[in-house]
């Protein structure tokens, strides 16, 4: 290259380094001029077929790409446009492209990994990242993460391509406590764009967040979960006539919540299946003593403690004159429901009183009574709390 043209590169490339753009000087040397004798030229024998050219292969994305970039108040547009071409990757825009510029002074080559987590944290103060799919670079808005595709990862294995600022889902299993009331205690550590969801009947969580704050959050909840309750023990309940596995169905009806989960198929076929919860509470059957294995906190194993004692009577005690019912409160407690009943049975013998029972950890409250006396406690309560669900206390399916 003569000196004119060198010095002519050399002030292009600084006038387009200035207005933002990566660019090399030896990208604007003249053109060399083609070869004398090239294909396209050359003609072909009178007569003579000629043999048709391959077609070009698809363009790949570059293996191993390192990038060294600067940017001074350069628009995201160009700087999209930059690592594009510089990984070989087209971007797929599931969101605008923000109006704001991008500043980044560095003197290093930076792998693909790590460029794009440097993209990615000055994407963050407008909305927006940037993420690797196949051979493809989607740009959506952060708040939308949950819902899109993401690694799924471990607490603590974190692989070694995933940088601190990537959206990863986290799957966390529990041990000691209850994933929905840790999911509540852990929300305020959760940015806008993320996501927990427990899931109660394998008692673990579904974290959605950035991977340097999964770690975090995880470490809280491990910790968090290395505890036994203060107040958990446990209790053996022999039963005289019942049938342990039959205690332990009504129990889970009477002290558990039944949850309904609808799931929708591709063909839009609904389904509905459902569960009792007693969160807090291990119930199990002993046949082989016909007894009940209770562990929990200790104001629920009380409230076992006299369910027990009320389903635990001789065959046809309940079945006679004696009938249990159960309400589902939602306007009034518990505890204000049993103090109503018992002032309404007030002036009926003890003997006679139909036994009030609250259960203020789900909402109910139970009666063991004759009927004349459950009729009135039934019309009372309609009267206190008029959506009150009746009747005879749920049987719970076996799990």
């Known amino acids: 290259m003569n000196p004119r043209a060198r010095t002519r590169a050399a002030v292009i490339a600084s006038l387009i380094a200035t207005a933002g753009c990566a660019a090399s000087a030896l990208a604007f040397q003249d ?8 294909p396209s030229e050359e003609h072909t024998p009178t007569g003579e077929a000629s043999t048709p050219q391959p077609e070009a292969a698809p363009a790949q994305p570059k293996a191993d790409v390192r990038i060294r970039f600067q940017f001074k108040d350069t628009p995201f547009a160009m700087v999209f446009d ?20 991008m500043t980044f002074i560095g003197g290093t080559e930076y792998s693909f990994e790590e460029a794009l987590s440097i993209l990615n944290l000055n994407l963050r103060l407008n909305g927006v990242t940037l993420r690797r ?3 493809f670079l989607y740009l959506s808005t952060i708040k939308d993460a949950v819902r899109m595709p993401s690694r ?14 990537m959206i990863v889902t986290m799957t966390i ?41 999964c770690e975090r959050i995880g470490r809280v909840i491990r910790a968090i979960d290395s505890i036994r309750p203060v107040d958990s023990e446990f209790r053996l309940f022999k039963l005289k006539y019942a049938k342990a596995e039959d205690v332990v169905v009504s129990l889970k009806g009477l002290v558990g919540q039944r949850l309904q989960q609808v799931f929708i198929d591709k063909d839009g076929k609904k389904t509905i299946t459902e569960e009792i919860d007693i969160a807090g509470l291990n119930i199990q059957p002993d046949p082989r003593t016909n007894s009940v294995i209770v562990v929990g906190s200790n104001t629920r194993i009380e409230t076992v403690d006299q369910l027990i004692r009320i389903l635990d009577v001789p065959t046809g005690q309940l079945g006679g004159e004696q009938q249990m019912v159960t309400f589902l409160l939602e ?35 139970t009666l063991i009574g004759v009927q004349p006396l459950l009729l009135q406690a039934t019309a009372l309560l309609g009267e206190i709390d008029p959506a009150i669900a009746t009747g005879q206390a749920r049987e719970a399916q076996p799990e």
């Open 82 to 101: 930059f690592f594009s071409r510089e990984t070989g990757l087209p971007i797929i825009r599931e969101a605008p492209v923000p109006a704001g510029n």
């Open 133 to 135: 799919e196949a051979n």
């Open 173 to 213: 299993p529990l041990n000691n406590t209850r994933a929905s009331q840790v999911a509540e205690q852990i929300k305020p550590l959760i940015a806008e764009y993320g996501g927990v969801t427990p899931v109660d009947a394998q008692n673990m969580l579904i974290l959605v967040e950035s991977a340097a704050q």
């Open 152 to 165: 799924v990862v471990e607490l603590g294995s974190l692989p070694a391509d995933v940088t601190p600022d």
């Open 331 to 365: 306007t009034i407690t518990p505890d204000q429901a049993a103090k109503t009943l018992n002032s309404l049975f007030s002036s009926v013998p003890k003997e006679a009183r139909p036994t009030v029972l609250p259960l203020p950890d789900v909402g109910k409250i």
């Open 31 to 38: 053109a060399a001029p083609p070869p004398a004798n090239t």
